[in-house]
């Protein structure tokens, strides 16, 4: 049966005290990772979970939710989890914060321990390498940021509507030679959406594209710049803000005043340090209070599966 052991068992067979133990189930600093390994390989092993009611003389929360984000320091993930937190706390679930720095592998140990503990549901913010096989064992009590999966809830941006507004704004305002900088097709959303919808713009306009696929970096913006720019280019999209901070980092150190700079994402840097960039919002707050209410019904069972699209708007 589970729970048949106690944390003192689990530090007993582990070769550890019972401290080590509990800061290993509430995920804290200051255990080295192979006396963590080998604590969660024993209540692995014996299919031990802490209970509820242990949760709770522990003096936390009876109902508890994981938001785990790609990278702590992410200004569009923190947009959205900044309108998902008014209302977890407005149900009464404390919610931890996790982070997978695009790593597989750190999801799958986060889903592990977050199931050991009972954690009553999940948001993800999604990224290629994160598998449906992975995810299943949440289906019900899951949902999945910027990424889509037959099966599971989840809550996307309109990457090919954010190109689309993008590039009718600088058709409309005379341009003719319109560069893109993108990202791999690795990246399902940010990456091979948004460039399809760039190529699909040009090709119905009869303009000749010519792109670049970087990576997500700033300094990959920066670096690639110089590239993607012709001699005759006039105006260039970027797939995200943070590649368009790099650009514009190129274009000041060069002195270049004549190319127009437009870029998916609007957040409170960009619009500070660039207004001049033509941005889309691609709803950032807006998909966080929706993710919420979604998982916070799924867990209620008041709320069936959904796959939701939150359009974007030209700023």
């Known amino acids: ?13 582990s070769g550890v005290g019972k401290s080590t133990v509990s800061r290993v189930l509430n995920n804290e600093s200051g255990v080295s990772a192979s006396t963590r390994e080998r604590i969660e390989a024993v209540m692995q092993q014996h299919n031990f979970a802490p209970s509820r009611s242990a949760r709770a003389m522990r003096n936390q929360s009876d109902k508890v939710v994981a938001i785990i984000v790609t990278r ?20 009464g679930y404390d919610p931890i914060m996790m982070e997978s720095q695009f790593s597989a592998e750190k999801v799958a140990e986060h889903l592990g321990i977050l199931q050991r503990r009972h954690v009553d549901g999940v948001i ?17 009590s899951l949902v999945l940021m ?6 599971f809830a989840s809550v996307c941006y309109d990457d090919e509507g954010a ?11 005379g341009h003719r030679h319109i560069s893109f900088l993108g990202v ?4 399902i959303t940010t990456g091979l959406r948004r460039h399809q919808a760039y190529l699909d713009f040009c090709q119905q306009q009869q303009l000749a594209p010519h792109w670049v696929l970087s990576g997500l970096a700033m300094k990959q913006g ?14 260039l999209v970027c797939a995200t803000d943070t590649l368009a901070l790099g650009v514009s980092k190129y274009l000041h150190q060069n002195q270049r005043n004549d190319i127009q700079l437009a870029s998916v994402g609007n957040t409170p840097l960009m619009s500070f340090l660039h207004p001049e960039i033509i941005a889309v919002d691609p709803g950032y707050a807006e998909a966080g209070r929706r993710a919420a209410l979604q998982l916070i019904g799924q867990v209620s069972r008041q709320k069936e599966l959904h796959q939701i699209v939150i359009p974007g708007r030209l700023q």
């Open 1 to 13: 049966m589970q729970n048949r052991l106690t944390i003192k068992d689990i530090a007993r067979l």
């Open 72 to 91: 702590l320091d992410s200004l569009s993930e923190n947009l959205a989890v900044q309108t998902m937190l008014p209302h977890f706390y407005a149900e």
């Open 124 to 140: 993800l913010f999604g990224f290629s390498g994160i598998t449906e096989k992975m995810l299943q064992p949440w289906r019900s």
């Open 146 to 151: 910027t990424r889509d999966a037959p099966g």
């Open 163 to 173: 190109i689309r507004l993008l590039m009718s704004a600088l058709y409309a305002r």
């Open 184 to 187: 791999p097709h690795s990246d």
């Open 222 to 235: 920066y670096e690639h710049a110089a590239q993607v720019l012709t001699p005759e280019t006039t105006a």
